[in-house]
């Protein structure tokens, strides 16, 4: 049984900074790759950034490049997002997942394991 639990989201401002971390159960974490998505309200969900199962390509959307930063600690079964430079856009419930079956990409997959979300709220 796989479950993961996102934390780390709240209120910031327009410039500001948060860091979100997601724990993971399970024997298999380290094995797949896992990263974060978003859904804004009225929006659908939309792939942020991912990382492959040992952590040495991570890959981002364009719109989080350069202000986001993901890393992945398979002895602690985490997984992280830095977010800097935050914009009100950025507003959001954020998700981790891990792939089900690759070790080297995540896409926006209903098979994934998916995390319940933390909100993210960026006030301009």
């Known amino acids: 049984q796989v479950q993961l639990v996102e934390s780390g989201g709240g209120l910031v401002q327009a410039g500001g900074s948060l860091r979100l971390s997601c724990a993971a159960s399970?024997?298999?974490?380290?094995?797949?790759?896992a990263g974060w998505f978003r859904q804004a309200p009225g929006k659908e969900r939309e792939f942020v950034a991912a990382?492959?199962?040992?952590?040495?390509?991570?890959y981002y959307a364009d719109s989080v490049k350069g202000r986001f930063t993901i890393s992945r600690d398979n002895a602690k079964k985490t997984v992280d997002l830095q977010m800097n430079s935050l914009k009100s856009e950025d507003t959001a419930v954020y998700y981790c997942a891990r792939s089900v079956q690759s070790a080297t990409t995540l896409s926006l997959d209903a098979r994934n394991y998916w995390g319940k979300g933390t909100l993210v709220t960026v006030s301009s």
């Open positions: 990382i492959n199962w040992n952590g040495d390509n991570p």
């Open positions: 399970g024997r298999t974490f380290g094995s797949y790759a």
